[in-house]
């Protein structure tokens, strides 16, 4: 089975000042789990990148609609079925998610980004992650209701267990994927 992505919505060019109609019409489309209507405002999301000491990058895609000067952004709903992976990848740009149903779960890269430089291809990321162990990853559940975001940068691998899972997301369409001759040694024989 494969990963089913319905975009609800691109982020519409802006002017000066960012209003939010393109959240307002994402959250009130009619595909739209009734748990991101009722659990998601662009306050929370400022508030969650603040606590990630990234509230710059989402002032900058308020102010512009873009993030990290990269690619338009989306919102999408993400069906990802039972016993599914994404690759290690890194976000070259901002990215915000409401866990609608079921459980994400993922192995993350602790620490500040590394990396915010994706202008060469920002679809593969840039640097060799050889030398890392299992130690410098946290394993992380967000259940039904929870809210993230990726700052640009984090590195993590995302998976589903025996449930799949429903996501709400705002997100550039696409991550930079770490190389497999790039990966931590302990998940090149995985």
Known sequence: MTTSIKVLGYVPPFNEVHNEIGLDQALNHRDAPQIATTIVNSEQIHDLFAAK???????????????????????????IPPNSTFPLHAHPNI????????????????????????????NI????????????????????????????????LSFTKDD???LFVLWSGGHANVPTESLPRFMQNQ
């Open 53 to 79: 000491n990234c509230q710059e990058e989402w002032l900058d895609f308020v102010r512009t609609g873009r993030s990290n000067g990269l690619g338009t952004m989306q919102y999408a709903l993400l069906t």
């Open 95 to 122: 990215e915000f998610i409401a866990v609608c149903h079921g459980n994400l779960y993922e192995q993350r890269l602790q620490g500040r980004p590394s990396t915010r430089d994706f202008s060469r291809q920002a």
């Open 125 to 156: 990321f840039p640097m060799n992650l050889n030398h890392l162990t299992i130690d410098n990853f946290q394993s992380l559940l967000h259940p039904t209701g929870s809210l993230l975001v990726n700052e640009i940068g984090s590195i993590h």
């Open 164 to 166: 799949g899972c429903v």
